[in-house]
C-alpha cells in the first residue's frame, strides 16, 4: 500500500518535460514577478504518487493546477482566478498552505486537503475458483 508523501515538496523541471495540457490550458511560466517572459523552467508540486503543473487560463485571467498520477493521467483539476504567469510555488508546513506566485506578486494560497487526492488501494482479488478435491 502506498501512503500519501507527509509534506508537498516543490521542484523545479524543463517546461517542455510537462504531461498531456488539458484543453483551454497553455504551459506560461514566467522567470520572475515582474516579467512575463517565458521561462525554461516550471515550478511543480511533488505530493505522494501524485505532479502537480500550473498552466494558464486561455480564455481569461487565471490558473489552472492539474494533479497528474505517475503515468501522466489526469486525476485532479482546480481553477483559479486572480493570478498568471506562476513562477514560484512555496509550501507552508506549519499552516499546511501552498502558495502559488504570480506576476507582480499576486497569489493564489490553497490549503492541503483542497489539493488532497486519495491514493486508491487495490487488494487482490479473492480466489475465483476452488479446486475440487
Known amino acids: 500500500m502506498y501512503e ?3 509534506i508537498p515538496m516543490v521542484v523545479t ?10 484543453y483551454g490550458l497553455v504551459e506560461a511560466a ?3 514577478p515582474d516579467t512575463g517572459a517565458s521561462s525554461p523552467t ?12 500550473v498552466y494558464n487560463l486561455v480564455d481569461r485571467y487565471g490558473i489552472g ?12 483539476q482546480w481553477e483559479k482566478t486572480g493570478v498568471s504567469h506562476i513562477w514560484q510555488i512555496t509550501v507552508e508546513a506549519d499552516t499546511q498552505r501552498v502558495v502559488f506566485w504570480g506576476q ?10 483542497e489539493l488532497f487526492i486519495p491514493s ?9 475458483f476452488l479446486s475440487a478435491s
Do not use: C
Open 120 to 128: 486508491l488501494t487495490v487488494s487482490p482479488p479473492e480466489q475465483a
Open 4 to 6: 500519501q508523501q507527509a
Open 65 to 76: 493546477i492539474v494533479a497528474y498520477d505517475e503515468a501522466g493521467n489526469i486525476v485532479g
Open 104 to 113: 507582480s506578486n499576486y497569489r493564489i494560497v490553497m490549503r492541503w486537503h
Open 42 to 53: 516550471n515550478p511543480v508540486l511533488q505530493w505522494g504518487l501524485h505532479t502537480y503543473w
Open 30 to 32: 514566467a522567470w520572475g
Open 13 to 22: 523541471v524543463p517546461s517542455v518535460s510537462h504531461p498531456p495540457i488539458p
